[in-house]
Each structure stands twice: as structure tokens, then as C-alpha cells.
């Protein structure tokens, strides 16, 4: 996974889709996880981007993503043309 620099993640309630992709943009992964599972996985991570709708389980996330170095982008609905 040393090959992944962004990570897109659909929230959920208690599962998440994760989809990551290398610098060329080729899909390395795709995968689902619990909250907890989800927090354990990006602890283990190397440092990267991950992109997530903005909401409000989204700050919360963003926070604990990016207290372990993580960059975190989060897009508005409005601005993303793949929910629209």
C-alpha cells in the first residue's frame, strides 16, 4: 500500500467505503470497514490524502484522520459532480 497517495472514503454510520488510488490515479484498493477498523487502518497508514463529502460526521473524522499526519480535503456536495 506504500503505492497509495489519496484515499476516497463514503461515510456511513457504522461502515465505511474506502477507494484508493496511486499518483496516476490507477485504483489500488477498495475496500469496507467499521468505525473501528476504519480508525486502526489510517493509525497503520502511511502519510496521505483522503478526500471525504463534507458533513458533520466528517469533522470529526477529519480531526482524528489528521492527528496522524493525514491531509485531509473535505468537498461539498454542491462542487462534486460524481453526487450530483
Known sequence: MQDVTVIGIDLGKRSFHLH?????????????????QLIEFFSNLHVCSEVMEASAGAHFIAHKLASFGHQIRLVSRRNSPALS
Do not use: E
Not at 29 to 36: A, E, N
Open 20 to 36: 484508493g488510488q496511486d499518483k496516476s490515479g490507477k485504483a489500488v484498493f477498495r475496500k469496507k470497514v467499521l468505525r473501528q
